[in-house]
């Protein structure tokens, strides 16, 4: 990096424990959100993901749009990730009949297929290098597989794998407090640990909502997927309002 360049800020929020805090209740949300549309609603798999798809384009499109970093767009963009990969990846293990292995296999490899394609033409795949339309695009494009693939990768743990949501939930983790230690006590590559730690957060917060709004015969609690979604959001917006994010830095 040349050291004449100037910092700026990004579009993107500061990593921080508050990050991590939003990111997984906006996960959960995904989960409780997109199953009320797909489920609740009887809307349907296919149905929900246009839906979602819409929401998730116009957010995208006024993320890139924007000048300056704002809380509540940057998450509202990251919800709309969340419940499209939740609708996308149902539709993909069960309408298509892929099932839970196959659907991971497939969205591994997109995602997989997107850092790669990321980083042959930007040269990274860091946030801190997210200054540009093309960064950005790349981005979101980026989170959505990984938001699709915990999805699926959550539902497998729990069912497929037997664990069960509060198996599966402790599984995850526990492996982003590996996560955490790596960061803290290795020099393994921050950009590394930090897609690794936003991949695992997604099924984290998918076996939680399942755990929230699933039957009581099926391990869950039984709750209203309509309450669960109103409290978590109202839980993100009273964490935004209260706290102040800072958008972070990076070279331009």
Known sequence: ????????????????????????????????????????????????????????????????????????????????????????ADFADRSLGIGYAGGSTLLLALLLGSFFIWYRTLGTVSISAVNSPKAEMFYWVTIMFSQTLGTALGDWTADTAGLGYTGAALVFGALLVLVAAAYYGTKISRTLLFWTAFVLTRPLGAVVGDFLDKPLNAGGLALSRYSASATLLVFIVVCILWFRQRAARTAH
Do not use: C, R
């Open 1 to 88: 990096m040349d050291p004449s360049a100037k910092n700026t800020l990004s579009k993107v929020p500061e990593v921080t424990l508050l990050f991590w805090v939003i990111k997984i209740a906006a996960t959960t949300l995904g989960e409780t959100g997109g199953d009320a549309v797909s489920m609740s609603m009887n809307l349907g798999y296919l149905i929900g993901t246009a839906i979602f798809s819409v929401v998730f384009l116009a957010a995208v499109f006024a993320q890139i749009k924007a000048k300056n970093f704002h809380s509540f767009l940057y998450w509202t963009t990251i919800i709309a990730t969340t419940t499209v990969g939740t609708t996308l």
